[in-house]
């Protein structure tokens, strides 16, 4: 996800739908991947990590894809439900930070409707 | 397990006051805490780095003299916004991580109006 200013990209999905959310990093040494969901007025929650040894993993309901060649991350959503809708964020870490500081993407808006 | 605490949830104070804000992980030691802050409809902006027994390392452009930070234990640390303006409201949110220093856990965030 990607986004200019004050505009949160957004993703309109209908409920039962998959999901697909987007992040591209520009940094190649990055090798460390989280995805975050935000509900409005709350912290970020944590929903998936990756290595950059892997390319796929998966958890409940949710997929997380990387590819590396293109510095591509996504996070795939089965059948979305209401509870879903939130700001989705990426975030990226590289193992030359010793405080494992992490990159955050600008995020994407995801609106489940009935 | 996991949980990071924030307090308070918001605040409101008059423009020249300080305002103090708690983050706490609960159920585990945090080696790492970070201070972020938060826009509507944007990302999280890092502010600083804070490890326990030592001075917090912050971002280019955030003023350590305006944001202090005290990271006393291994479960708390603080930021005190000196001196608030108006242009110092926002959503500030603590996270805290592990000795392995990889997945960062968030608090529930505090939203700051300065009036």
New interface residues.
Partial sequence: GESVG???PTLSVQEGDNSIINCAYSNSASD?F?W?KQES??????II?IRSNMDKRQGQRVTVLLNKTVKHLSLQIAATQPGDSAVY?CAE?EPTD?????Q????TQVVVTP | G?V?S?HPSWVICKSGTSVKIECRSLDFQAT?M?WYRQF?????M?MA?S?EGSKA?YEQGVEKDKFLINHASLTLSTLTVTSAHPEDSSFY?C?A?RPD?????????T?LLVL
């Fill in positions: 004050l505009h949160l460390y989280i975050y007025g709350k912290g970020p929650q944590f990590d964020f870490t010793s405080w494992g500081k992490l955050f993407g600008a995020g | 996991a990071v924030q790492t970070f509507p409809k944007q990302s999280l890092l780095t490890n390392t949110i996270s991580s220093r990889e997945t960062q856990y968030f608090g529930p965030g939203r």
